[in-house]
C-alpha cells in the first residue's frame, strides 16, 4: 500500500523546457463525502461515477528559470486571466511542492478551459485540478522516465485530491471509490482508486443534468465540509456512509438497479439534510431542484422506467438512467422537467473513464 512518502520525488533529472495538456472529467458522487479532516482527508469513504462530456482541458507550459525561490505561473481561464484563480493555483503549489520539489524550478503558463459552467455544482473544481494534477505528473514522468503508470495514476490522484477533495475522482476508471473502507481492497484516504466489479446494467450509464442555477453557489463546498465538525449528526452520517458504500458494492456487482435507486437519491437527500442541520445552516435546493425530484418519483411511479436522480452540492439535479431507457427518459425531460431549468438548459452526459491526454 502506497503511503504518503512514497510520493516525494527523490530522483529527477532537469529539462529545459516541456509542454503537456490533458482533459480531466468532472464526477458525481453516489454515497457522498461530506466532512474532511487536515490534508484533505475525507471524514467518509465515497464512491462516484466518472463523467464523460462536462470536463476541464488544460494545457501546460513549463520553462527551466534561472532562479528557483519561488512559484511562478500564469495563468488563463478560457482565453483571459483569472486573477481569481490565482490564489487556489499559488495555495494547491504550496500544499504538493513537498511531493514535487522541482516546482519552484519552472515558470509555468496554465491556460484551461471547461465544456461547463463553472462554480455551478458540476464540481468543476474537481476536473480542474485533476486536469492540473495530470500535467504536473507529466512533468514529472519527463524528468524522472523510470515511474511506472500505476505510480503516475495515483500520485496524479493523490496531488489532485491535495487541490480539490473529489478531484483525486476524476483521474482513472468508470467508478472511482476515494477513502478507506474494509471491504474495499486498496482503498485508501490518499487516492482514489477504479472499482472494477461493474455489472453490465450499468455500463455506459447516463447522466442529464439540469442546470437549474447556473449562478455560484452562496456557500462554498469546503465551507460546507468545515460545518461537519461539532454537526450534532456527524458521527451517524460518517457510519451510514460506511454502511451504503458496502450496500452499493454489492448492487454494482449484482446488478440491481432498483436498490441502486434507494441508496443513490437517499445519499442525495441526506446530503443536503446535513447543510440543514449545521450551525450555521444553509440551503443549495432552489424550489425547481424540488420540483424536478417530485417530477421524477411521480413518472416512475406511473412508468416502472428506472430513472432517478442525485444531488452534488449545489441545486443542479443530475438525471441517472441506463442507457436502454435513454430515448424515453430524454422524452420525459423534454416534456416536464426542461420548463424548471435555467433558460431551458441541460447537459446529456454519460459514464465515461478518467482523464486523457491529449498532447
Known sequence: MLTEKDFIATSYNSIESASFEWSAPSNIA???YWGKKENQIPANPSISFTLNNCKTITKLEAVKKAENNSFSFDL????KPKEDFKTKIQKFFERIEKYCPFLKEYHFKIDTQNTFPHSSGIASSASGMAALAMNIMSLEKAINPT????????KASFLARLGSGSACRSVKGEVVVWGNHAEIKGSSDLFGVEFSEMHSNFKNYQDTILLVDKGEKQVSSTVGHDLMHNHPYAERRFAQAHENLSKIKAILSSGNVAEFIKIVESEALTLHAMMMTSMPYFILMKPNTLEIINKIWKFRNETQIPV???????ANVHVLYPENVKENVLQFIQDELVEFCQKGHYICDQIGNGANQLK
Open 30 to 32: 453516489l454515497v457522498k
Open 308 to 314: 432517478s436522480f442525485t444531488l452534488d452540492a449545489g
Open 76 to 79: 488563463l481561464f478560457e482565453g
Open 147 to 154: 515511474i511506472s503508470d500505476d505510480y503516475f495514476y495515483s
